[in-house]
């Protein structure tokens, strides 16, 4: 897996240790790739509604 460093502000921070703190993901990594996974998804489906509203 790449490795990657990143800057967050101190909400988000604060808002990524909480999530892993109540044992949804084992770890920030894991969460991020997560939110990345939803993101991606999502925009495959805006992708595919705006190719059908352009018909």
Do not use: F, H
Not at 15 to 36: F, G
């Amino acid at each position: 897996m790449a490795r990657q460093s990143i800057s967050l502000t101190k909400p988000n921070d604060e808002w990524l240790k909480a999530q892993v703190k109540s044992e949804e993901y084992s770890s920030k990594s894991e969460l991020v790739n997560d939110l990345i996974r939803q993101a991606r998804k999502q925009q495959v489906q805006v992708d595919w509604i705006r190719a059908k509203l352009n018909r």
